[in-house]
C-alpha cells in the first residue's frame, strides 16, 4: 500500500485513518479518530503475513475466525489513543501499565487473541483488536537532536524534536522522509538520520502509573523540575496536544508548572496536586516567557482566555482556578493570580 502523502497536523485527534495495510482482521481502521477496536472495515489489507493461518482472510472475518497468528519478536504498533495492558491474557486481569497510539512493542508470544508484549522491563498482555502489524520498523536516531515535522519535507512546521540514540517507531515512507509515532501522534522525520532496528522504549511510566511531561515541547515549557511534573498519561498527553495547538497561535510559550510528584501524594504547599491530574498554567503575557499576574501590564487577558480554552478541551478539564473576572469559565480562589489550574476526573 503506497497511500499518498497526506498532511496529518497533530492537534488533530490521532485518526489512524491510514491504518497502514493491515492484516489483522480484528482490527479495524477507526477511520473517525476515536479510539480503535469495534469495526472490522479494514480495506485495503494487501499482506497478510506469512505465518497466518491459512484461508483466514485478513477483514473479512466476522467473529468466529481463529485469531491471526502473529510471529514472536516482530514490532506491534498501538491503536488506540490509551490502551490498557494486563497481567493476563483476559480483560479480567489487572491492568498493569497504559500505553499509547503510535508507540510499539515487541510481540513475545500469543494466547487465543491476546498478545505479550515486551515494556521494557516489564511485560504485559493487550488484544488483538488494539494492536497493529505493518510496514511498521524501529530506527535509532543518530542525529544529536533530528527535527521532527508536521509533514514529509522542510516547509512543513517543525513540531519537536528527538534525542539521539532513541528509537522510533517507522510507520510510512514517502521518499526520502518516514512517519514516526511521536508523542502520541504522528509525524515526519527524514530518513537519513536513522539507523538500525530495534524497539522504541516506552516512555518511563511510575508505580503509580504516571508519566512525566517533557521539559519543554511544541508551544510549551515548563517551569518546575522534572519530579514535580508527573501526570495520568491523558492529562499529560493532553498538554501536549494543547501545546501543540497552542504553537499555531504564534504566541509566547505557555509555561507549565506543578502536576504532581512521581507516584503522587501530598505535594505541599497544594492542598491538590495528588493524583496525578491537576496542572498549573501561567497566564498568558503579550509577550516573553516569564511569571506575570493578572494585574501586570504584560498580561493579556485575550491570550489568557484562548490558552485556558484549549487546555480545557485537551485536558478535559471539569474546573479551572483562575482569578481573572474578566475570564470566563473560571473560578475565583485565593492565590490564582500568577496561574490557572486545572482539575480532570
Ligand atoms: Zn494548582
Keep these: 500500500m503506497n497511500a499518498p502523502p497526506m498532511f496529518r497536523p497533530l492537534t488533530l485527534a490521532t485518526s489512524l485513518a491510514t491504518c497502514l495495510a493491515l492484516s489483522l482482521a480484528a482490527a479495524g481502521c477507526s477511520g473517525g479518530g476515536s479510539s480503535g477496536g469495534g469495526s472490522a472495515s479494514t480495506s485495503a489489507a494487501s499482506t497478510a503475513p506469512a505465518s497466518s493461518a491459512s484461508g483466514a482472510a485478513p477483514g473479512s472475518s466476522t467473529g468466529s475466525s481463529a485469531p491471526l497468528k502473529i510471529p514472536a519478536e516482530v514490532a506491534l504498533e498501538v491503536i488506540p489513543s490509551d490502551l490498557e495492558v494486563r497481567s493476563g491474557p483476559s480483560a479480567g486481569d489487572p491492568v498493569v501499565a497504559r500505553i499509547h497510539a503510535g508507540e510499539a512493542y515487541v510481540h513475545l508470544r ?161 492542598q491538590s496536586h495528588r493524583y496525578g491530574k491537576n496542572v498549573d498554567v501561567r497566564p498568558v503575557r503579550t509577550s516573553g516567557e516569564a511569571p506575570v499576574t493578572i494585574s501586570d501590564s504584560a498580561y493579556s487577558r485575550a491570550g489568557t482566555q484562548a490558552l485556558i480554552d484549549i487546555v480545557r478541551a485537551e485536558i478535559n478539564a471539569h474546573s479551572i482556578l483562575f482569578n481573572d473576572s474578566g475570564v470566563s469559565g473560571v473560578s475565583y480562589y485565593a492565590g490564582h493570580h500568577n496561574h490557572f489550574h486545572t482539575s480532570t476526573r
Design 110 to 270: 500469543q494466547d487465543q487473541d491476546w498478545h505479550l508484549l515486551e515494556l521494557g522491563t516489564q511485560q504485559g498482555w493487550v488484544p488483538q483488536s488494539a494492536i497493529a502489524q505493518g510496514k511498521q520498523q524501529t530506527r535509532r536516531v543518530t542525529a544529536a537532536t533530528l527535527n521532527v515535522r508536521s509533514g514529509a519535507g522542510t516547509s512543513y512546521r517543525v513540531v519537536g524534536q528527538v534525542a539521539q540514540d532513541t528509537w522510533v517507531a517507522v510507520l510510512d515512507t514517502d521518499g526520502d522522509w518516514r512517519e514516526i509515532g511521536f508523542e502520541g501522534q504522528r509525524a515526519w522525520v527524514h530518513g537519513a538520520y536513522l539507523q538500525g532496528a530495534g524497539v522504541s522504549p516506552p516512555r518511563a511510566t511510575s508505580s503509580a502509573g504516571f508519566i512525566g511531561l517533557p521539559a519543554s515541547g511544541p508551544g510549551f515549557y515548563s517551569y518546575t523540575s522534572a519530579g514535580n511534573r508527573w501526570g495520568v498519561p491523558n492529562v499529560i498527553y493532553g498538554l501536549e496536544r494543547a501545546g501543540a495547538r497552542w504553537a499555531n497561535t504564534g504566541r509566547p510559550r505557555a509555561g507549565i508548572g506543578h502536576i504532581s510528584l512521581e507516584n503522587g501524594g501530598p505535594f505541599p504547599p497544594h
